[in-house]
């Protein structure tokens, strides 16, 4: 464990002498007492956990009621465990990252990156986000809304109670029902604006809010299957 006790110096910058090495006696598991003890000083947590824990990371950071900004990936929305804390404005998305790529440098691995933002020994991560519950400017944006709804543009799924919006800037701003969004709608996402109220492809999770029909688990319409959908509403209408 490293820590920093303040500038000793005065040249404001955290110089390696005046960062204290601390060892633990275990490995380091954010789940081991040992490191729930750490966590529970802490006033923010900042990090990237193992995507393939991150359910289980995001269930402790909830637990212990910490405010946190964390690194996932955008398929997190919809784990079980996650949307229903979306849904409930328990936790939602920062500001993300460019293109939503994130990227790391690091010598010991092969450079794979090929973006414009190239750099020597640069790695890619596609589809990553950041997750938090720290309040931020961007969740009161309001989105401009300027379409119409009409029935051919937007069709009824055959097995929702909800109507197909394939591109969140498209979302109709005179419709009152219920309207499936893709995922990516979580980046626009103010909760003033909009209310989620379930999500498609729930497995059994319950989570759909009570619209799904039976059938297919995946959103139809025109017999075609759309990509896992967020349903929502308009507040303001």
Known sequence: MLEYTGDKNGNNVPDIEEIGIIQLNGDGDFRSEESIEILKQADIVVTNPPFSLFREYVIQLIEYEKD????????????????????ENKI????????????????????????????????????????TNLDISKRHEKMILYKSYNSEEYP???????????????????????????????????PEQFEIIGMGEDNGIGHSGGLWKGGSKSC???????????FIRNREL
């Open 68 to 87: 946190f900004l964390i690194i996932g990936h955008q398929n997190a929305i919809t784990y079980k465990e996650i949307f229903p804390l979306i849904k």
């Open 92 to 131: 939602w998305l920062g500001y993300g990252f460019k293109r939503n790529m994130a990227h790391f440098i690091n010598k010991h691995y092969e450079d794979y990156a090929t973006d414009a933002d190239h750099k020597e020994g640069m790695i890619r991560v596609s589809g990553v986000q950041w997750y």
């Open 220 to 230: 139809l319409y025109n017999s075609k299957a759309a990509y896992k959908r967020i």
């Open 156 to 190: 009824q799924y055959e097995n929702y109670d909800a109507i197909e919006v394939s591109k969140t800037k498209e979302i109709p701003m005179d419709y009152k029902g219920a309207m499936g969004v893709p995922v990516t709608f979580m980046n626009k996402y103010n």
